[in-house]
């Protein structure tokens, strides 16, 4: 981080600063110019309020030049992660189709899906069971009969599954889940990441309709410095001012992400547009661009699907779209 | 809500349409004219699925008429809720000043700002104990010792309390508190709303970064569904591309939420902005244009709070801020 | 469009709203039910003014069914728009990239470029000779000058040409350029739109930062209106809160646009994200999402260039990227 | 400016990189550290193309230190400017309120807001002749026309008079217009700047819908730098994703303008929210936050108005605001 002073600031000013500046903890490397005065901090900079720094009167700036996010930053740990579960791999390399219902239904719902899914190469179900839902009028998912229903199609073709927690007290509830998934509305609940920072399993972390992926990478972090290193992020859309689509997805996050962190990066083209008939379109744009996995909403009769039908491929869409992804990540191999 | 048909639609498929809606529960309004078919739903609506709707081939649209939140809609309850906690009017023409320090450091801290804020004419003090940071290497707050400590403000001046919640399972510790904040990042946690719907208690919401008065206004709904009335909106700025201040304080929500919802509407500059230079202006502004409440960070040594001392104002700066509003509500009155 | 009237109103004051709708040259269908009274405007509603009339005391929603585009709209033109210039086909089936530089810099400097993306396989060349530049103090380009360079280079290779307009008085100047490019900050200068809608050339209609797909849809229908139909839409990235990029990139416009109108659509990675290392991933995104297109900028020495050097590629990237995106395009057809 | 280098770049590269900066006509200030190199650029910077610099591999960071606006900026220049017009100030202390209708219809109607406005206290009359429509089948004003209309209302009442200009042609026939007002549409239209930096007259700068104060400042130094340095911003409201209001009314703009340069910051309430119930909070909290001005559309007769008549106050409606607003600014005084 470095501070620069206004050129007026007084010998004692400056003094008084930078003692302040070591009493919490960082090194100080005074930089006098004739038109700058540049101090730079070293080491922990991560408490340091930047804020604070800029609002005293003999500051004139305050960059930071390295990034807030140490364990996830790619800076420091070059190599992919790669995350494995169930005798699936995501990242490095890996890709990953996940699909499944928004939400789930029945027996027979869960089960035909997550058959046709695994027949057309995905090699992960999700499924909601605890449904945040913007109207308390609307349906909720089917809670934990919802995980119980999961867990069956998982024993019933030995797809892992992933699945959406919403309080920190329903950790007991997932145990047969594998991967975790942070919604993008609880992308800052930090009590829930931290909670997920001390178990041992993959978690699926959403980006928030108004996250930057700084932010992003900073939730992430909460979770890894609990010692849970198994982050996936997920692109799903971002709220902007274009209102023919639900959100707006934010493909060159994924090449950027990749840029700083060694984490996996997903893309969910379902939620991103709330439409199926874009759906396939930017899940192959994910594809070209080098998304480590995709998350498709498949549902085996959308338009009596209890939540979200409008954005479900149906098998059949999904089977073909699975075929020309595969098609795309070949001619780009 | 009225969903118009597609010129082409047969007859048969408009009646099997007709048959789906009945089984959701509402009632319907058939209009067939030369150019349009408009079906019209009568009742209870929330539970409809839009999108689904317009996903269907022949939908050409559908447009809801009014609005999907009940118990906070003015148009129901057109009387001001008016909120009272210790003796302290909230709305209905009972204007509030709450202030604090960002959050609880100390007692002398706290027992300090708490009697220069009230000598100022504030009626309710607001402090932080449980402080929701992007770094989870930032400072945490204080937790159940901060609350402590508030309530030690509170008995020694008999100010009422307002504190953040961030954890449902931290709900037996704010029984002291008069009033549960919940924060902008939560405003979506609907496992949250819900626990806050079952207590007795006023609970300030804070508009999230990047949600629509719509979804405040849902959120506010999902507390009330519970049977908790007493709520008190927050304006506190929301995410844009200017990148000269924090965010950006949408200062039109004061009257429009006040047109749609009978909930009061409190504004807090302190956050939105992030630079005390600038809350003074923001405050007056919302005093100006009918704000129920203010809501302000004091800090008696901002230079050295532990949390957002950029954007705290000093107890002095706060007094003449103070007397200043007054003028303004008084020239108003 | 729908207008839905107060349960309360009177028919005296509903025969009146009528009556002045009937003025404004539209046919109306009346639709009285018990609980709305619905009020359809049949014929060109383009030119009511719905906020006014939602201002109105009696109304209690006004809704659009239609889309406020003709000639544009896919609705009345189901058949892709097919642009030829200089032997070069784009849309319809037609891929077709674009590549030069930000800014004609030197007879060297373009000739070079020109040779090299021909010989990757790019069929039009772009080139800035007046350049808007956010800062009046930075290089404002070659100017006439520019024109004349990117001229030669067009008669050196037979490339086709395409350079951004500024000023509707610079109109006669552009008569060798091919293709007249309108930048995004102009897309509303509908004073430039109409002057070119006078022309029998295509135009690059690029959107504007944070203008909706329907405001894009709205300027194409300025140009069109005036007997132009020959108008290339162009997504470059809107303005977000994210700061890591300089703009996001929206993919979804490509289906989205491809269904509203029979225009052809291309991407414009380079612009959106402001660096070179994200072209070439967004610039296969675009591909394998179906756009008619691709504008990327290319440069022989981009650490020298005198405009967006940081966003450039060179000769050798853009033949391995060229290389790619025909793959891609190969594995979807 | 200041470039900080990666840790393990070269001496040579390193001063490579410093001879082309000197090239550029910067001055270096060099400061080698243990762990970072930082290169200090002095002198004139806004030509320096950051992004390029950032794109460099031996770079890690570059950051702006001061502004890149020079004459506007407040710190060379701290005295407020003030603007007169007709005998009118306006800047410095001197409030002064624009009113008038969104588009100049006929004389009657002209006269008589003009005549209404100035008995409520408004110094300055606007009127729309040229209208920038999003569609081009709306009503685009009376052109030169109603600038003539204009002008007699200006004989009648005296009243000085702004309107806006959509095309550099069309300047001479703006001779009798007293500000000029540039449209939000065209705050980046920077050959109309030009062309306004040569006269001599106050220029009104609207800020564009999804503009930065730095880039509305940038556009006012495009007036300045061509000699006019008599500026009006006009902050009128940004697009984010709100539905409810038309765009949201940034009014932390006003206090933060201030701070940045000396121009007057005028404020309009009537395209921000787009809605006549909205604009008298909105105009008392700018007014109460310090504004230099207010721009209020107000129309004898709303119902019909040709043009926004949903967001246009009647005569009686503004002289109400207008007595409130001198109310707040008195009790501010």
Same sequence: chains 1, 2, 3, 4.
Avoid at 170 to 179: C, K
Avoid at 271 to 285: D, Q
Avoid at 309 to 331: C, I, K, M, N
């Amino acid at each position: 981080m470095i501070v620069v002073l206004k050129p007026q600031t007084t010998e004692e000013k400056r003094d008084h600063l930078i003692a302040w500046l070591k009493s919490q903890g960082v090194d100080i490397h005074l930089s006098v110019g004739t038109d700058y005065t540049i101090i730079g901090l070293v080491g922990n900079t991560a408490g340091i309020d930047v804020e604070l720094l800029e609002s005293l009167e003999m500051v004139m700036a305050v960059r930071r030049v390295g990034e807030p996010f140490k364990q996830c930053n790619r800076m420091f740990h070059p190599a992919d992660t790669v995350i494995e579960v169930g005798g699936v791999k995501l990242g490095g390399g890996n890709f990953c189709m996940i699909a499944g219902p928004c939400s789930v239904e029945s027996e027979d719902q869960i089960l035909e899906v997550a058959r046709a899914i695994q027949a057309s190469g995905a090699t992960i179900l999700r499924g909601g069971a605890f449904k945040p839902r913007t109207s308390p009028y609307a349906f909720q998912g089917l809670r934990f009969e919802g995980l119980k229903l999961l867990s069956e199609a998982k024993r019933a073709t030995g797809l892992p599954i992933v699945s959406e927690i919403m309080n920190v007290n329903h950790l007991p509830l997932f145990e047969d889940v594998d991967i975790i998934q942070v919604g993008a509305r609880n992308m800052q609940n930090f009590d829930l990441l931290q909670e997920l920072g001390r178990i041992h399993k993959p978690v699926l972390l959403k980006r928030g309709l108004a996250n930057t992926l700084k932010e992003l990478l900073m939730s992430a972090e909460y979770i890894m410095a609990g010692g849970n290193e198994q982050v996936i992020l997920c692109e799903r859309g971002i709220r902007t001012f274009e209102t023919y689509t639900r959100n707006t997805l934010d493909l060159s996050a994924v090449p950027k992400l990749q840029e700083l962190t060694h984490l996996p990066v997903v893309v969910d083209p379902s939620h991103a547009t709330g439409e199926a008939k874009l759906v396939p379109s930017m899940a192959l744009a994910a594809a070209a661009c080098g998304a480590d996995g995709l998350m498709i909403e498949v549902h085996n009769d959308p338009a009596h699907a209890k939540c979200d039908g409008a954005q479900s491929l149906t098998p059949a869409q999904f089977d073909d779209l699975a075929r020309r992804v595969r098609a795309v990540r070949e001619a780009l191999a």
